[in-house]
């Protein structure tokens, strides 16, 4: 007897599982958790710009080579490249150099030093104060400010020195402004001062205080209080030992050029 079974429901077939295929390139990777985001790396303390580097070495090279030379050949130096308010009196001639050394030593004699303690002295201000002028301006920017300044402080010299035959050296003009400059952004709360982020590029970049801004940080302003109070004394008391002559006059100068000035070289928009 022949039975139909159309009436039975069909059992699928129970075909072994299939092994996942993949492509020749293989399975594909694990989900990765997520990364926290990248932050800059920060630059050492003890590394330089290159700009301030450059200028230490200079002043360095100037002076062991003017080391080398003779009384006679060092005077020829100074009278080419040193800052001498005779030059512009009117009535006082032969200073080699011409019009274009009347130019160019109100910038040249800030290469130029009196001794040994007076280089590694500038030397010392510029690592502190230059260091972070120059990683704010960049190179170009912070070789022209601190020119900017050396002008500056040999023109304020000489409006009280005018026809004196006394040379003016160093690099302390130049500093002066370095320092004014500094005063503008170092001494926020976000800037490089303040503990931890003296090696993040971000607190370089900060927008700067305005001058009228200035006021409203007590430690900018003491800062500011105090550099023209020592500039006074040293002015009324004449000389260090030794009997050098400091040209305060020539601080005073550049530090108010670099104050003033400060906006037409900063790189950070406000």
Do not use: C
């Not at 075909?15 to 996942?20: A, G, K, L, S, Y």
């Not at 390139?25 to 997520?34: A, K, L, N, S, T």
């Amino acid at each position: 007897m022949t039975v139909s079974m159309a009436h039975i429901p069909k059992i699928p077939s129970q075909d072994p599982p299939q092994e996942p295929t993949w492509s020749e390139e293989g399975p594909p990777p694990p989900p990765q958790p997520p990364q926290p985001p990248l932050t800059p790396p920060r630059e050492p303390l003890f590394m330089l710009p290159g700009s301030v580097m450059l200028m230490l070495g200079l002043m360095v090279v100037i002076h062991v080579v003017r080391s080398a030379l003779s009384f006679t050949e060092d005077l020829e130096i100074l009278a080419l490249f040193a800052f001498i308010p005779a030059r512009y009196a009117g009535d006082v001639v032969g200073f080699p150099g011409g019009v274009a050394a009347d130019v160019w030593t109100f910038v040249t004699y800030a290469m130029l030093h009196g001794s040994w303690a007076h280089v590694i002295t500038n030397g010392i201000w510029m690592v502190a104060f230059g260091t972070a002028v120059a990683r704010r301006f960049g190179a170009l920017r912070f070789w022209l400010f601190s020119a900017a300044a050396a002008a500056g402080g040999a023109a304020f010299h000489l409006i009280f020195h005018m026809g004196e035959a006394v040379p003016v050296v160093g690099a302390s003009a130049a500093i002066a402004g370095q320092m004014a400059a500094a005063a503008r952004f170092v001494f926020d709360g976000g800037g490089p001062l303040r503990i931890g982020r003296s090696g993040d590029p971000a607190a370089f970049r900060r927008p700067a205080r305005s001058l009228l801004g200035i006021l409203e940080n007590r430690t900018a302003v003491a800062f500011i209080v105090v550099f023209f109070a020592l500039n006074v004394a040293i002015g009324l008391g004449g000389s260090f030992s030794g009997g050098v002559s400091v040209a305060w006059q020539a601080h005073v100068g550049g530090f108010l050029v670099g104050l003033f000035t400060f906006r037409w070289f900063d790189p950070v928009s406000r």
